[in-house]
């Protein structure tokens, strides 16, 4: 995977982050979760926890609430609702 972030638009970061999870694979989730994970701005989190939500396999987004529920309980809890997974 080639990663550009850094060259992205700052207005185009969140179309970019949503349309690599909902059209990539796991990998590309991956990749999200784990800038996400790293990342300490707030704004950015927001982000990239949005394009997390993104996701259109449920057997990942089951994996992600799974394993990090209890973390980021209530933070999913408002993106699920406002981002709902089916179109």
């Given amino acids: 995977m080639i990663h550009l972030c850094a060259s992205i638009s700052p207005n185009l ?13 796991d990998a590309e989730w991956q990749f ?7 990342t300490q701005t707030p704004s950015e989190k927001s982000k990239l926890l949005h394009a997390l939500s993104a996701s259109t396999d449920v057997l990942v987004l089951n994996r992600y ?12 809890y408002v993106y699920f609702l406002r981002f709902p997974v089916a179109d």
């Fill in 13 to 25: 970061k969140s179309v970019v982050y949503v349309g690599g999870v909902k059209y990539g694979g």
């Fill in 32 to 38: 999200i979760w784990n800038r996400f994970e790293r």
């Fill in 65 to 76: 609430c799974r394993i990090h529920s209890q973390v980021h309980y209530s933070l999913l």
